[in-house]
């Protein structure tokens, strides 16, 4: 099968080494089914997102030897496709309405990471509240045991996963979306219109992605992102979490280890063979012609 795969990287900070391993894999792994490689820029949290970091992402890409498909899809430029998700969740009674704590809708702007605790299961407060009841600043929140009833002939929903440590078919269930997850944030107006979970999902069924590669601390994540797959009616894509790139200590890369940003290795001359050497990836396979959908300049196309 040929692979359509994506890196979806924020631009809030430098890439470091954890990134040009995803990305380089996800690169690799299309290559070497002759499929296709695509890069989306996850810019939703507009407070966090520069535009100086989404030009070093083209640059440091590029410089590793990866080649994607113009356009590239931004997300800051999609709230239409987002709203119209919500709009059909609303309409279905499957989200209402919140005006709890900030730091739960803060978190679900960005993608979790390891290391970084995740916002205790919310308790439900402001369930049942009607969308009429809306308020400026008021999050939308997934009522999951309504979006569970909703599918109960399609349960326990199922997804693969291709990666060494998780590999196999993982049950989506009722139990463990209600106890790890709760009802999750899906939109709020004034931090961004859509959260991390409902954007990524909608956008990898848009670009038709077929393998979504990923670090392995968005593993979790998969399991309330099937549901919302199941509930817009869109394709699940198979799913291959990778290990994560840590430090010396054990701990994970995070983008203020700037001592790890491509661009300070770039700096100290190092080439892109090295950054392969570094995370643990043989050398760049020599490409076989058209074996990737041609990619031209690394700068992005205005859409
Ligand atoms: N934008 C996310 C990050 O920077 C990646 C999300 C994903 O690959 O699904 O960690």
Redesign the pocket.
């Known amino acids: 099968m040929s692979l359509v795969t994506?890196?979806?990287?924020?631009p809030t900070g430098p890439l470091h080494l954890g990134h040009a391993y995803?990305a380089l894999l996800a690169h690799d792994m299309a290559r070497a089914t002759g499929g296709r490689f695509l890069l989306r820029i996850?810019d939703i949290d507009t407070a966090r997102s520069r535009p100086e970091w989404e030009a070093q992402i083209y640059d440091d890409l590029s410089w590793l030897g990866l080649r994607w498909e113009e356009p590239v899809l931004r997300q800051s430029e999609r709230s239409r496709v987002y709203d119209a998700a919500l709009s059909d969740l609303a309409a279905r009674g499957l989200i209402y309405p919140c005006s709890c704590r900030r730091g739960d809708i803060r978190a679900a702007v960005?993608?979790p990471?390891e290391g970084v605790a995740a916002p205790p299961v919310y308790p439900g407060t402001c369930r049942g509240r009607a969308m009429a009841t809306r308020k400026p600043g008021d999050a939308l929140r997934l009522d999951l045991a309504r979006g569970l009833a909703s599918l109960t002939d399609r349960l326990p929903l199922r997804f693969e996963e291709t990666g060494a440590a998780m590999q196999g078919s993982h049950a989506v269930t009722a139990e463990i979306l209600l106890r790890e997850t709760g009802d999750p944030v899906l939109g709020r107006k004034d931090v961004a219109e859509v959260s991390?979970l409902l954007a990524?999902v909608i956008d990898?069924a848009d670009q038709a992605v077929t393998t979504?590669i990923?670090?392995a601390d968005?593993f979790e994540?998969t399991f309330p992102q099937v549901l919302l797959q199941a509930l817009l009616d869109l394709p699940m894509p198979i799913y291959h979490h990778h290990r994560l790139i840590r430090d010396a200590a054990g701990k994970r890369l995070a983008k203020r280890d700037d001592a790890r940003a491509i661009a300070t290795y770039r700096a100290e001359s190092a080439g892109p063979e090295d950054i392969r050497a570094m995370v643990g990836l043989p050398p760049a396979p020599i490409q076989a012609s058209g074996a990737i959908s041609s990619a031209s300049s690394p700068s992005r196309t205005a859409r």
């Open positions: 994506r890196f979806a990287p924020s995803s996850e960005s993608a990471q991390y990524a990898d979504v990923r670090g968005l994540t």
